[in-house]
């Protein structure tokens, strides 16, 4: 088969693609599946690049996001094919294994995969230089380079630790013994990866639990991993220099994107969905309780293990919501997911209020201000108050008056927020730019039209 990606599905320099959001003719019905979990087909394809042997993946999303990725480990000298749609066949180098890529790495607008791929290339005694589109350029990375330093490696960024970004990797790596000073899944994940080509122990603690698929993936490879909850708090060690073996991953569906179809589903008067196949990990699904304490009709139906996570298939039903306060620690197991959760809360009766979420300021946006003003042009009613955001709701979707147009920052999850509110507000919503969605979830606006039965969302 063919070594070529698929075309990236975003040219930062093309014109803009405004979309409009307006209310289907009925509720939305059907059964559907997500693009597969983007974080786990970044380490999919970046662990299969670090195994002996040849790894089988299937399920992969094949957004832009994943796509450069493929295209990183490709030019690190890993042998990366398509075999079919979702399906993808990684030829690993070993831990160590490597190579000097001839070209800058580009990573287009993932922020995931440029702190983890940071952490690989910190471990492996090559040079190498890393840039983004506009917006990955804007965000910081010190926060990954400064812990990574400390293997031996040494960062170059333009001010304020921003891409694009040089690194010298380490020639003989030394075993990092960090704690997080805040919870990161990026910054530990990087981490453990600049671990592996380490000898000895690397010893990372995270104040609070955040998603662990990292630390899956590696078992499922055969590195020895440890994870214990202390008072001091969750300390994961990884023991270095391991062979990792490939072995098949199947990706299940994103618990992310599938949460955009089932607020959608909560909002529309009548409507009831299936999101088959969703990822049901523990620490990814602080969403799914969010709406369940607010009185969302959501069941899991088929629940099953796959690959060592947790998938099942979601029943999403219209129903009535109350505003809740949503506490700190629930944000690093739903941190993508607070632009739809304020949709949801924009419709709910009474107030929500989501504490600590400090970390959405320096998301593909500053998504907190992202967040507010979405909901506000579109006639909602939202405050700021400190890293806290307040949403007063208004009962249901239909009293949110729309008819604004979201400036989406060339972020994917403001933009699809935006639509889904449209299909309930009295007037559709526009979106200025949504042609980065792609990057996310591919097809989002015809799966929500097939849901809706209709042209629900149309070229603005």
């Known amino acids: 088969m063919s070594n ?24 939305l019905s059907g059964a559907f599946g997500v693009p597969g979990d983007k974080s786990i087909s970044h380490r999919a394809l970046m662990f299969g690049a670090l195994a002996v042997g040849t ?3 299937s399920g992969l999303l094949e957004g832009e996001d994943v796509l450069r990725t493929a295209a990183a480990m490709r030019a ?4 990366v094919e398509k075999q079919g749609e979702g399906s993808w066949r990684v030829a690993g180098r070993g831990v160590g294994g490597l190579a000097e890529p001839a070209d800058v790495l580009d990573m287009g607008n993932s922020g995931t995969a440029a702190r983890l791929l940071s952490g690989l290339l910190a471990g492996h005694p090559i040079f190498a230089v890393m840039t983004g ?3 990955l350029r804007r ?3 010190l926060r990954v380079t400064e812990p990574l330093s400390a293997t031996g490696a040494q960062f170059w960024t333009r001010e304020g630790g921003r891409l694009p970004l040089a690194v010298q990797g380490a020639r003989s790596p030394l075993p990092l013994d960090y704690r997080l000073p805040v919870a990161s899944a990026q910054v530990k994940s990087a981490c453990l990866l600049a671990g592996l080509c380490a000898p ?13 698929h990292t630390e899956n993936m590696l078992r499922h490879f055969g590195a020895t991993v440890r994870v214990e909850d202390t008072d001091e708090g969750r300390v994961i060690e990884v023991d270095g220099q391991p062979e990792l073996t490939a072995a098949p991953i199947r990706v299940p569906g994103d618990p992310s994107s599938a949460a955009f179809l089932l607020v959608a589903a909560l909002l529309v008067p009548g409507s009831r969905v299936t999101v088959r196949n969703v990822g049901l990990n523990p620490l990814r699904t602080g969403l799914f309780a969010t709406l369940r304490e607010m009185g969302a009709r959501l069941t899991v139906e088929n629940a099953r293990t796959e690959g060592g996570e947790p998938v099942g298939d979601i029943v999403a039903e219209y129903g009535p919501l109350s505003g ?21 809360a924009a419709a709910a009766r009474g107030t929500t209020r989501m504490r600590g979420l ?3 300021r320096v998301k593909e946006s500053d998504r907190l201000s992202a967040t507010a003003a979405l909901l506000s042009v579109d006639g909602g009613r939202v405050a700021i108050e400190g890293d806290d955001l307040v949403v007063e709701g208004l009962g249901e979707a239909a009293a949110i008056p729309g008819g604004g147009t979201v400036e989406t920052h060339m972020d994917h999850r403001i933009a699809m927020s935006a639509l889904v509110m449209g299909l309930g507000t009295r007037t559709p919503v526009a979106v200025d730019d949504a042609a980065f969605i792609e990057t996310s979830f591919p097809g989002f606006a015809d799966l929500l039209n097939r849901a809706a039965g209709g042209a629900a969302i149309v070229p603005a």
């Open 4 to 27: 070529a990606d698929p075309a990236m599905s975003h040219d930062p320099d093309a014109a803009p693609r405004p979309l409009r959001a307006g209310r289907p003719s009925a509720g």
């Open 55 to 57: 790894t089988e993946i």
């Open 76 to 79: 690190l000298g890993a042998t």
């Open 133 to 135: 589109d506009a917006s």
């Open 139 to 141: 965000r910081p990375m």
């Open 200 to 212: 000895g122990t690397t010893r990372i603690v995270e104040p609070e639990r955040t998603r662990d």
């Open 324 to 344: 809740v306060e949503v506490p700190p620690g629930r944000a690093p197991s739903m941190i993508d997911e607070y632009p739809i959760l304020a949709v949801a």
């Open 358 to 360: 400090a970390e959405l």
